[in-house]
T-cell receptor, first 109, second 114 residues
Framework: RKEVEQDPGPFNVPEGATVAFNCTYS??????FFWYRQDCRKEPKLLMS???SGNEDGRFTAQLNRASQYISLLIRDSKLSDSATYLC??????????FGRGTSLIVHP | DADVTQTPRNRITKTGKRIMLECSQT?????MYWYRQDPGLGLRLIYY???????NKGEISDGYSVSRQAQAKFSLSLESAIPNQTALYFC?????????????FGPGTRLTVL
């Protein structure tokens, strides 16, 4: 079982919709969590860090639930340009990141 | 200019050939990583290096070796390539301060082993 699990999707949503992804992790020692965005055949790029208190960046909100060992990403008012794969990353005490397999989002007109 | 570069960007080779993928960075980061990405499997860590004298195996190091020639350079070698090593390979860097920090990825090398 992979340490970081994501629903691969695809999530197919219309423009303007709100969509949420969850990511579960099995290593309770994991301390840091992140969401990366990857466009097709491109390199991953950091979207946002995930803080215990939750954090928001424009239309994007990330939350961490340590009790249930999952993190979430909420995207409001989806744009066509949000179409991409979203990678969940957890890092334990060794600071070695573990990537989930990614969740594919397709935003259509 | 890109902060993390990879060469070559694309490579087609035959089974049994020796292949070297190179990564260079101008970010001044101590930590460097090599990943491979296969459809449906996400990014898997092959090797990582926290400084020039520190090399560590990742999740899937069998069939691969690395060399950290300098702080800015980290090479991945396939001594005898096999078809199931066909994948997209990414190099990444991160800063050493504190715990896990944002990783910066190179543009990737698409390797095909026939």
């Amino acid at each position: 079982r992979k340490e970081v699990e994501q629903d691969p999707g695809p999530f197919n949503v219309p423009e303007g919709a709100t969509v949420a992804f969850n990511c579960t992790y099995s290593n309770s020692a994991s301390q840091s969590f992140f969401w990366y965005r990857q466009d097709c055949r491109k390199e991953p790029k950091l979207l946002m860090s995930v803080y215990s208190s939750g954090n928001e960046d424009g239309r994007f909100t990330a939350q961490l639930n340590r009790a249930s060992q999952y993190i979430s990403l909420l995207i409001r008012d989806s744009k066509l340009s949000d179409s991409a794969t979203y990678l969940c990353v957890g890092s334990g005490g060794s600071y070695i990141p573990t990537f989930g397999r990614g969740t594919s989002l397709i935003v259509h007109p | 200019d890109a902060d993390v570069t990879q060469t070559p960007r694309n490579r087609i080779t035959k089974t049994g050939k020796r292949i070297m993928l190179e990564c260079s960075q101008t970010k001044g980061h101590d930590r460097m990583y090599w990943y491979r990405q296969d459809p449906g499997l996400g990014l898997r860590l092959i090797y990582y290096s926290f400084d020039v004298k520190d090399i560590n195996k990742g999740e899937i190091s069998d069939g691969y070796s690395v060399s950290r020639q300098a702080q800015a350079k980290f090479s991945l070698s396939l001594e005898s390539a096999i078809p199931n090593q066909t994948a997209l390979y990414f190099c990444a860097t991160s800063d050493r301060t504190g715990g896990y920090n944002e990783q910066f990825f190179g543009p990737g090398t698409r390797l095909t082993v026939l």
